[in-house]
């Protein structure tokens, strides 16, 4: 008998397979980790964009949660999208009480196709409670600056500024992804850790950018893989960069797979099928 890494998805259902806990249970599997998962949300939604939430009750979230941890194991946790700010302390009151190893937080805010994922008021809740129970945070630019109330970063130096704000704020590691600056050939994404005197270290991750229109589920591909390879390596760097090779991978096959018309998902077994 094997004990793999256990890896628990807390994040909404994508009907269409290519986000959400949907996405989170393939990246855990493609690898080497068991997943678990505990719905915050339904959503309807396809490759085109969402057309509709119902946010589970917050109790139940929390009650899925300990149900679990009662009797599963769990080494690392990912946190997608969270809906409301009821959902999300229901979420951080659950951690509280069982502090797992591992915990990735992805604050997934705005859908590929713009749909608005997380109200508002639920955004201080975010940063005030889930950051510092996360040990890891994966925010995109926009994201990133939707956290700290300014613009979004527009070059490497404000990213790396953002990035210290949010250490700041209570994060304790931030994965500041680039995406989002298209124009570049690199995608980068900075990496930016707490030292014990107070300060921060910076490491960039770069890869080539791959140019396809099926990026639907990235966020919330490379925060699973993270979550499923943390417990797998010694330390947060290695994990980081490995998830982020396994996404290159996933998006440079993204283009044989046909699914729907819109942002199709990237290809999560791309190492297994032919």
Same mark, same amino acid.
């Not at 890494?5 to 909404?12: D, F, K, N, S, V």
């Not at 959902?87 to 608005?116: K, N, Q, Y």
């Not at 950051?131 to 630019?141: E, Q, S, V």
């Given at each position: ?17 290519? /986000? &959400? ?5 393939? @990246? ?16 309807? $939604?396809?490759? $085109? ?13 929390? !009650? ?11 080494? /690392? ?7 409301? =700010? ?8 659950? *951690? !509280? ?21 997380? !109200?508002?008021?639920a955004v ?5 409670? *889930?950051?510092?129970?996360?040990? %890891? ?5 926009p994201e ?12 490497? /130096?404000? /990213?790396? !500024?953002?990035?210290?704000? %949010?250490?700041?704020?209570? @994060? ?23 030292? $014990?005197?107070?300060? @921060? ?9 791959v140019h396809?229109?099926?990026?639907? &589920?990235?966020?919330?591909? *490379?925060? =699973? ?16 960069? @490995? ?7 996933? *998006? ?18 791309? $190492?297994?099928?032919?």
């Open positions: 008998m094997t004990t793999p890494p256990i890896a628990l998805t807390i994040a909404a259902s994508d009907p269409s397979g290519g /986000a &959400g806990i949907q996405a989170d249970l393939k @990246a855990f599997s493609a690898n080497g980790a068991y997943g678990t998962a505990v719905l915050t949300a339904l959503t309807a $939604q396809n490759t $085109q964009g969402v057309t509709g939430i119902h946010a589970i009750p917050p109790a139940f979230v929390g !009650e899925q949660i300990d149900t679990l941890f009662a009797d599963v194991p769990v080494d /690392a946790v990912k946190i997608g999208m969270l809906a409301d =700010a009821a959902i999300a302390s229901a979420v951080a009151d659950a *951690l !509280e009480r069982h502090r797992p190893r591992f915990v990735v937080l992805d604050p997934v805010m705005v859908s590929t196709s713009g749909h608005r994922l997380l !109200e508002a008021d201080g809740v975010l940063r005030d409670r *889930l950051l510092p129970l996360a040990d %890891l945070i994966t925010p995109n630019l990133a600056g939707d956290l700290l109330g300014v613009a979004a970063a527009q070059d490497r /130096a404000e /990213a790396v !500024e953002q990035a210290r704000a %949010l250490l700041e704020s209570g @994060a304790r590691r931030v994965l500041l992804k680039g995406g989002h600056h298209t124009q570049d050939a690199e995608s980068v994404d900075i990496l930016v850790e707490a030292t $014990q005197d107070a300060g @921060a270290h910076v490491t960039e991750l770069s890869a080539p950018r396809t229109r099926n990026t639907h &589920g990235t966020g919330c591909t *490379l925060s =699973a893989a993270i979550a499923a390879l943390r417990p797998q390596h010694d330390d947060w760097y290695t994990a980081v960069r @490995a998830a982020k090779e396994y996404l290159t991978g996933a *998006l440079r096959a993204a283009d044989t797979l046909r699914i729907g018309s819109g942002h199709g998902p990237v290809h999560h077994f791309h $190492q297994y099928w032919s």
